[in-house]
């Protein structure tokens, strides 16, 4: 047998000390919670806008349906972005939450609505209302793969697999490191960038193809 040496004995004796280092402490559970609710809240609003008003709808007549497509599309932005702001300004003064980068939090939640619109009006322009009721059904699964409530690996390996590649799962990532990990988003910011520009060449398309040709 192998000799043991004193000093080997002395580290089989010694307990073991764990220490352990926060890279960012949270102040509560809400803290933690944040980005779900928050992203949550974005889809559901998407969702209630596109049920209640008709992006489709014409005001007028357009030479060019890229002007129609702008005239609508511009105010439906300036409204999903007045409420996300509400968004930020409630969760903000009046929850108390203190992100990492307050104003990376902020315009990143500019961002994830602007994605889930430009998502959500696509399939409702295309599908109707049918679009809009799918986007719901679509919202809900992805509550159940977005880890928000309990860990993603404690779910059934179905939505484990869908996980990743879900809008809200990369919203809810990027918001966890703007809230509190103080990592980089970039690539978040990509995939939901690319969301909307694909999401919004998809309304477009849709006012090329329901154009108003008796204004041409």
């Not at 047998?1 to 002395?10: D, G, I």
């Not at 609505?113 to 209302?129: K, N």
């Not at 159940?144 to 309990?150: D, Q, V």
């Amino acid at each position: 047998m192998t000799a043991v040496t004193p000093a080997q004995r002395r580290v089989q004796v010694t307990p073991i000390r764990l220490i352990q280092r926060d890279t960012h402490s949270l102040a509560n559970n809400g803290t933690g919670m944040a980005p779900y609710f928050m992203t949550i809240a974005l889809f559901v609003g998407c969702i209630t806008l596109n049920i209640i008003y008709d992006a489709g709808q014409r005001h007028g007549k357009y030479r060019y349906f890229a002007l129609a497509w702008l005239d609508k599309m511009s105010f439906l932005w300036g409204f999903v972005v007045l409420a996300a702001s509400a968004l930020w300004f409630g969760v903000w003064q009046i929850n108390g939450l203190r992100p990492v980068h307050p104003l990376a939090t902020y315009l990143f939640s500019l961002l994830i609505i602007l994605a889930f619109f430009s998502l959500v009006t696509c399939f409702r322009l295309w599908l109707g209302l049918t679009g809009a009721w799918l986007m719901l059904l679509f919202m809900i699964f992805q509550i159940g793969c977005s880890g928000g409530t309990y860990p993603i690996e404690l779910t059934n390996p179905l939505l484990r697999a869908f996980h990743p590649y879900l809008p809200m799962t990369i919203a809810m990532s990027g918001l966890h490191q703007t809230i509190s990990l103080g990592g980089s988003i970039t690539e978040q910011v990509a995939i939901l960038v690319g969301m909307v520009v694909a999401f919004s060449l998809g309304t477009l398309a849709y006012f090329y193809r329901h154009q108003d040709v008796s204004a041409e």
